[in-house]
């Protein structure tokens, strides 16, 4: 089972999220609202996968999905977020990331499709 952790900065997300994946078969070990306590649990649990936010309060998402990328394993990172991800443009398709889901398009089938 995909092992999962969620970083966004949206308590109401997170929950959400959490029960979604954890409802299509993910196991999320982790829920955190910052770039640097993200780092700092990946590090710690190992996730298969992070699911990440690109707008967080310290660094934004794209930055933290560079510093993934250095880890040792490397966690499949993909991006999420309410916008439309045209907003990004270059840095989308520049990002190491397996991919882009919008927020309310998440389900288990989507996050399995792109790891």
Do not use: H, N, W
């Not at 959490?18 to 990946?42: I, K």
């Amino acid at each position: 089972m995909p092992t999962v952790v969620i970083v966004d900065d949206s308590l109401d997300f997170l929950s959400a999220a959490s029960g979604l994946l954890t409802d299509e078969g993910f196991v999320v070990v982790g829920c955190v609202v910052d770039a640097t306590a993200a780092l700092e649990e990946v590090r710690r649990l190992q996730p298969s996968v992070v699911l990440l936010d690109i707008q967080l309060p310290d660094v934004d998402g794209f930055q933290l999905a560079e510093d993934l990328a250095r880890l040792e394993p490397r966690p499949a990172v993909v991006l999420t977020s309410s916008r439309d991800p045209r907003a990004y443009g270059e840095a989308l398709r520049r990002a190491p990331v397996r991919g882009f889901i919008a927020k309310e398009e998440l389900s288990g089938d989507a996050l399995a499709a792109l790891v």
